[in-house]
């Protein structure tokens, strides 16, 4: 549990044993799957059940809708230990973003009927942003839901999307008003099961993640009840988009420091074993500095991290600030994850070894939930 290693505030004895659960969960529940899900392009439907059951899933929602009514650090805590078991095909980060948009923006009748299901894995939920022509560029997006009477016709198509294979719970960005720029932009959900017209792309094929289920997703006609708007009116699905997307960038962070203590954890045992000229790579000089550059590295992210994790708890944590988490700690990630698999030498780039997996799983961080090319332009705006 390298991330209490700081004498952050927040932790507390619960965090510890919370922590202590989760990890063992995974141990016992997702380790021992990870290759078959890799070779299946996806994990196990039942594991989503298992999750929820053991209380895994929505610890940040409050208890009124089936969660546990802590703060977000437990939520982070999770994540953080999924990233540190070494695999991140289970899709929860994007459960818990789905959970927290309906916690901010739903009506209570939409949070009693949807939040206990997703917290108990009963619904597997996706959120639908990136278009074939819209990824970083939110406003761009194509898809349309026009109302008619009291139904929403949704038209349009999405890709790269997690956990769209198995989603039964699907919030679309789509525009409610096409000529209104981002003030068109609304947020509507689709129950997948409840609907006509509603289809499953192929599961994509992607550099790592490779057992997490990402797909095309195709809207022909989709109708849904107008109460399914996220918001009181039509038009704040922007608005609603900017204000996650920090508890989004948060957790990409959380997740990547996770794999990459892992990634170090993994190295510093291979090298201690691995003999070279006779005597183990970790006698060499040039090994010990590596590992001592990346161990600082990660030192440096966790603390940053644990900071945004008290400010989001407070209710503090600004766009600016979880865009530089998301850029750093991303970057951070690909430079250690890397170095480990220089390491590793021939070995690191064999599948049979968890760094080649973290390695590969780790590029895609540096693009989603805003390419860091995109982070820094948000930064910059606010010097």
Not at 43 to 62: K, S
Not at 63 to 89: I, K, N, P, T, W
Not at 266 to 291: C, D, H, M, W
């Amino acid at each position: 549990m390298p991330l209490f290693t700081t004498s952050a505030a927040w932790v507390t004895t619960e965090h510890h044993l919370y922590a202590d659960i989760v990890s063992r969960f995974l141990q016992d529940h997702m380790v021992p799957n990870v290759a078959r899900w890799y070779d299946q392009g996806q994990i196990d439907r039942e594991f989503w059940n298992l999750a929820g059951e053991a209380g895994l899933m929505g610890a940040g929602v409050p208890e009124a809708y089936g969660g546990a009514g802590a703060d977000m650090s437990f939520e982070a805590v999770a994540l953080y230990e999924q990233g540190f078991a070494g695999d991140v095909s289970w899709g929860y980060a994007i459960q818990s973003i789905v959970m927290h948009y309906l916690v901010a923006y739903g009506f209570e009748e939409q949070k009693l009927a949807w939040l206990p299901k997703l917290v108990s894995g009963e619904y597997v939920g996706a959120i639908a942003m990136t278009e074939p022509g819209a990824g970083s560029d939110l406003q761009a997006i194509r898809t349309t839901a026009m109302l008619e009477g009291d139904e929403y016709v949704i038209n349009g198509s999405k890709t790269f999307i997690t956990n769209g294979q198995q989603a039964d719970f699907v919030i679309v960005v789509c525009k409610t008003d096409p000529q209104a720029g981002a003030k068109g932009t609304s947020l509507i959900v689709v129950e997948t099961d409840k609907v006509e017209g509603f289809e499953r792309g192929r599961n994509l094929k992607k550099l790592g993640m490779k057992g997490n289920d990402t797909s095309e997703l195709f809207f022909n006609d989709v109708r849904v009840p107008a109460s399914n708007l996220l918001g009181d009116t039509a038009g704040q699905g922007f608005y609603q988009l900017m204000n996650q997307l920090t508890w989004e960038r948060l957790i990409v962070g959380v997740q990547g420091l996770g794999c990459a203590d892992f990634g170090l954890q993994e190295t510093i045992a291979y090298t201690r074993e691995r003999q070279v000229f006779g005597k183990p790579v970790f006698e060499f000089q040039n090994s010990r500095f590596k590992l001592a550059e990346a161990k600082t590295k990660l030192e440096v992210t966790r603390s940053f991290i644990c900071d945004a994790i008290a400010q989001v708890d407070a209710g503090k944590l600004d766009a600016s600030t979880a865009s530089m988490v998301k850029y750093w700690a991303t970057e951070v990630q690909n430079d250690v994850l890397d170095e480990c698999v220089q390491l590793h030498g021939g070995y690191g780039y064999m599948m049979e070894y968890p760094i080649t997996r973290l390695y590969a799983d780790a590029r895609v961080q540096k693009i989603y939930a805003g390419t860091n090319e995109i982070m820094k332009e948000l930064i910059a705006r606010s010097l």
